[in-house]
C-alpha cells in the first residue's frame, strides 16, 4: 500500500517472539487489501478527506476496514478450533497458539481500528508504555506467586 | 536599532489557521486525544491487575463449588465475542461516514455499534444467570469471585460506552455533532476499541486457555 515504516517500528517495540507472525499477518492484510480494492468503485477507496493535528497519514479506508474485521473474525475461528484440540495437541503449544493469536488481533484492533500506524507516534508510545507495564508488572507478580508453574 | 532588535526578538509567530475547525496544540496533537490515550493506558495496568488476580485465584487447590470447565459454555461465548468484534468494525465505519460528512450513515452505524454492545452485554448478563443457576456465586470460591469481578468490571466499561455511543448519537439528532466535531467520534471510539481489545485478552485467557 503506503510506506510501512509505522509498522516497522511498532513490530520492533513488539515481543521478538511475536515479531514474525505480526509481520505475516500484517503483509496479508495488506496483500488482501490490494486484490480487493482493484474491483471497488474509487470512493471505496478514497480515505475519508482531511488530516486532524497528530494524524501523519489518512485513516484506512472502508474496505480496509472490512477486511480486517475479516480477518479478525477468521483468526478467531482459528482461535476457538484450537481450543478444542485439547488431548490432540500438547497444552503448552496450545497456549502458545492461542496468545499468539490473542496478540495479532489485539495488534490489528491497535493498528487498524485505533489508527496508530497513521497517527503521531506519541500514542503509539503511551499505549505501549501502559501495556509492557501491565505485562511486565503482573508476570512478576504470577512467577513471584508460583501462579504460572 | 536596539528597539528594532527588541521588536524583532519579541515579535509573535503568525497565528496559523485552524486544521480542519481545530486549533494548533502545543504537542502538535489534539489534547482529548492525548488524554484518552494516556487513560487507556492507565487502564491497562487496571485491567491487567484483574486478570492477575484470576490466573492467581483460578485453579487455588480446595475449592469447593463449579470449576471453569463445569460452567463456561465456549459456543455462547464466542459468539457474543463475535458480535463485540463486529461492533468495533461499526464504530470505525461511523468514524469514517462523520469524516466525509455524511451524517445520516453515521447515526446507522453509531446506533449498531451501541446495539451490538447491548447485545453482548445481554450475552453477558444471562451467561451470569446461568452461572448462578449452576451454584456459581460471587461468593461460592476464589474463581466466581475474580472471574465475576474481572468480567463485570469490563461489562461495566461496555456499559459506559453504550451510555456514549446513544448520547453521541442523540447529540447528531440535535445538530449539536456534525463532521467538524469528528474528533469527538474518534475519541469515543479509542475506548470502545480498547473494551474490544481487553476483550480479545480477557475471551483468550479467561475461557480459551486449557484448565
Not at chain 1, 488482501?32 to 497519514?57: D, F, K, N, Q, W
Not at chain 2, 455499534?113 to 452461572?131: M, N, R
Not at chain 2, 463532521?179 to 469527538?184: C, D, F, K, L, V
Request: proline content about 6%.
Amino acid at each position: 500500500m503506503t510506506d510501512s515504516e509505522p509498522e516497522a517500528e511498532t513490530a520492533e517495540d513488539g515481543e521478538p517472539a511475536h515479531e514474525g507472525r505480526v509481520a505475516t499477518a500484517e503483509a496479508d492484510v495488506e496483500r488482501a487489501i490490494e486484490r480487493a480494492e482493484e474491483h471497488l468503485p474509487a470512493e471505496m477507496r478514497t480515505p475519508a478527506p482531511g488530516l486532524l493535528p497528530g494524524e501523519l497519514r489518512p485513516h484506512p479506508t472502508p474496505i480496509q476496514y472490512v477486511i480486517v474485521a475479516v480477518v479478525l473474525v477468521v483468526i478467531t475461528a482459528i482461535e476457538i478450533a484450537t481450543s478444542y484440540s485439547e488431548g490432540t495437541i500438547p497444552d503448552a503449544v496450545i497456549v502458545v497458539l492461542l496468545l499468539g493469536m490473542a496478540f495479532v488481533k489485539f495488534f490489528l484492533v491497535a493498528a487498524w481500528y485505533m489508527h496508530l500506524r497513521t497517527d503521531a507516534p506519541v500514542f503509539r508510545r503511551f499505549f505501549i508504555l501502559g501495556a509492557a507495564a501491565a505485562i511486565l508488572l503482573y508476570l512478576i507478580v504470577l512467577t513471584t506467586l508460583h501462579a504460572l508453574s | 536599532m536596539a528597539i528594532e532588535q527588541a521588536a524583532r526578538d519579541t515579535a509573535v509567530e503568525p497565528v496559523e489557521a485552524p486544521v480542519n475547525g481545530h486549533d494548533d496544540t502545543h504537542t502538535g496533537v489534539i489534547n482529548p486525544k492525548l488524554a484518552m490515550w494516556l487513560f487507556l493506558s492507565s487502564d491497562c495496568l487496571f485491567f491487567g491487575a484483574f486478570i492477575a488476580t484470576f490466573l492467581l485465584y483460578r485453579d487455588r487447590p480446595g475449592q469447593h463449588g463449579p470449576t471453569p470447565a463445569d460452567v463456561f459454555d465456549i459456543p455462547f461465548t464466542s459468539v457474543t465475542s463475535f458480535i463485540l468484534l463486529m461492533s468495533s468494525l461499526t464504530m470505525v465505519l461511523a468514524l469514517a461516514a462523520i469524516q466525509r460528512g455524511e451524517m445520516r450513515r453515521f447515526r446507522i452505524w453509531i446506533m449498531a455499534t451501541a446495539l451490538f454492545g447491548a447485545t453482548f452485554i445481554g450475552g453477558q448478563i444471562f451467561e451470569f444467570t446461568q452461572f448462578t443457576r449452576e451454584g456459581l456465586n460471587i461468593d461460592t470460591n476464589l474463581f466466581g469471585s475474580s472471574f465475576y469481578v474481572l468480567t463485570g468490571l469490563h461489562g461495566a466499561h461496555v456499559t459506559a460506552g453504550i451510555i456514549w455511543l446513544i448520547s453521541l448519537w442523540g447529540l447528531s439528532m440535535q445538530g449539536r455533532i456534525g463532521p467538524g466535531q469528528s474528533e469527538a467520534i474518534e475519541v469515543a471510539g479509542l475506548y470502545w476499541h480498547f473494551v474490544d481489545v481487553v476483550w480479545i485478552v480477557i475471551f483468550t485467557v479467561v475461557y480459551l486457555i486449557p484448565k
